[in-house]
């Protein structure tokens, strides 16, 4: 049986990585009635995930904001009821979320490629087999090939071996030059140097390979193999598991759902991380794939913002600059090349909610129009997957958001009706 | 700290740490979380509920997002219909 919770914030929260935690901590300290919801198990988005190791950053960021008067609650955003009203959902409550100002701190996900067998069991992203063995899957003697683009792949690569993992080969779409450069972009970041170096040292004796990348997985029921093309040549490694993520793309449904601007793909700001929407706020890789250091410091500007504390948000904004230098160079290191759009071959599934597959979308206009003649994005993910990749592949533009922009519980929908029933709601999506 | 405990996944027992999700247990046991609209065996993809293809059946209730429920002691796991 569900139970509707109400509860009214000065400042609430969504996403509770570290730009969220940022935000709620410092808005908290100076007197704000702070509300921050995420829809994890536990705090620290999906790069602390918990943060189990003692005195990290990590850590001490999320002791902080526990310590904090911060309200902590767990649910998941998927509509907005009225002006300044939000309404969540977790597994025995809807809530029904009101406040004054609001930070959006809802963090990124991987964009995923089709390529024929990325559908298959054990092909999983980047960030997501990371997250699986944070979760407990073992993964010692295992074989994993990690493949796409982006910082992600070594550092997914470094934890997967230290947990045991064997890794044969790490492919980067980028090119060596591109690399190179964007080594050079981190002398002007002391703290990326030490990250790098750590990371060098990890992964000494792992096989990085430069204009890569995997053109086809192989198996019946889980993926046995991976081809890839390596410098124009094409190899078949043997593995258990394929990481493949091609860098990041922002979660900016809910910005769009309130109205805010999207400049981009990301969601614009001001100075003091101001949205277009008056009284909301946006921090971290909403505003621009840039991370960890980056998305702290936006939100610690948004919650200071948000409590009124103008000078000691503005004091903040010389440190942003640096770390968006940063971000810049993520762009244009990771940018895909132009050959992955020949990736799939017709017969492969693109969207993996409606199984719709490349031949029968390659030939319409617009995103809308796939969306209507084919179901293409229109299941529980909401386009979530196949969005970014068909703006890759055929570069359609993003369409509008409908709510709930994540399938609910018919009860959830309904208002409050207190019933146990338990059944998806399949979105509508952009008509 | 790792009390670990039995849950059972397509009928089967499977004995898992605490702390460990329903998606992992899931691949422990070699079993796909769903099959797809054609009928293609699905397992997890992003690992952080963005890709509901993690569904599967959790004590009888199904379509549950597997990577963002921590098994608890007995829990019934099945691949969703």
């Known amino acids: ?431 | 700290m790792s009390s670990q405990f039995t849950v059972t996944v397509n009928g089967a027992p499977i004995v898992v740490r605490s702390a460990t999700t329903v998606a992992v247990a899931m691949a422990m046991a070699g079993q796909a979380c769903r099959p797809s609209v054609s009928g293609e065996p699905r397992g997890p993809l992003c690992g952080m509920g963005i890709c509901f293809e993690c569904r599967v059946s959790v004590n009888k209730k199904p379509h549950r997002l597997g990577c963002q429920i921590l098994c608890e002691p007995g829990m019934d796991v099945k691949t969703d219909e």
Not at chain 1, 22 to 43: C, H, K, M, Q, T
Not at chain 1, 103 to 127: D, K, Q, S
Not at chain 1, 369 to 392: D, N, S, V, W
Request: aromatic residues 6%; neutral net charge.
């Open chain 1, 1 to 431: 049986m569900s139970r509707a919770v109400r509860q009214r914030f000065d400042l609430l929260v969504v996403g509770g990585g570290p730009a969220g935690i940022a935000g709620a901590v410092y808005a908290a300290e100076f007197g704000s009635r702070v509300g921050i919801v995420d829809d994890n198990a536990r705090l620290g988005g999906q790069i602390w995930r918990g943060a189990s190791e003692a005195g990290s950053a990590a850590s001490k960021w999320i002791e902080r904001l526990q310590s904090s008067s911060a309200r902590v609650l767990h649910g998941r955003v998927f509509q907005q009821l009225e002006p300044r009203v939000l309404l969540a959902e977790n597994d025995d409550s809807i809530q029904e979320l009101s406040y004054e100002k609001l930070i959006l701190a809802t963090g990124a996900r991987e964009r995923f490629l089709p390529f024929p067998g990325w559908t298959l069991p054990n092909v999983m992203g980047v960030g997501g087999l990371q997250a699986m063995v944070e979760c407990g899957l073992p993964i010692q003697g295992k074989r994993v090939v990690v493949a796409g683009t982006g910082p992600l792949l070594l550092a997914a690569a470094a934890y997967l071996r230290q947990h045991g993992a064997e890794i044969p080969i790490i492919c980067e779409q980028a090119s060596w030059a591109d690399l190179a450069r964007f080594s050079m972009a981190l002398l002007a970041q002391p703290s990326k140097i030490l990250q790098g170096l750590q990371l060098k040292r990890e992964l000494a004796g792992t096989k990085l390979s430069p204009n890569s990348w995997p053109v086809a997985a192989n198996g019946m029921s889980t993926v046995e193999s991976v081809t890839i093309s390596r410098s124009d040549k094409l190899e078949t490694v043997p593995c258990d598991y394929l990481a493949c993520g091609f860098h990041l793309v922002p979660n900016i449904e809910l910005p769009l759902l309130l109205g805010c601007q999207i400049q981009n793909d990301c969601v614009r700001v001001d100075d003091f991380q101001r949205t277009t929407v008056a009284e909301v706020f946006c921090a971290g890789e909403p505003t621009g794939i840039g991370g960890v250091e980056l998305s702290l410091v936006e939100g610690e500007i948004a919650g200071l913002a948000a409590a009124g504390r103008i000078a000691e948000a503005s004091s903040l904004f010389g440190r942003r600059e640096k770390l968006r230098g940063f971000g810049r160079s993520l762009d244009r290191t990771f940018q895909l090349r132009t050959e992955l759009r020949s990736l799939p071959p017709p017969e492969t599934i693109v969207c993996r909610c409606e199984d719709i597959r490349y031949s029968r979308l390659r030939d319409h206009a617009s995103w809308r129009e796939a969306k209507l003649q084919t179901r293409c994005g229109m299941g529980p993910c909401q386009g979530r997957i196949c969005g970014p990749a068909t703006q890759f592949l055929f570069k359609w533009n993003p369409d509008s958001v409908r709510p709930p922009i994540f399938p609910v519980r018919i009860e959830s929908m309904a208002g409050f009706k207190h019933d146990s029933t338990f059944e998806l709601c399949e979105p509508t999506g952009g008509r």
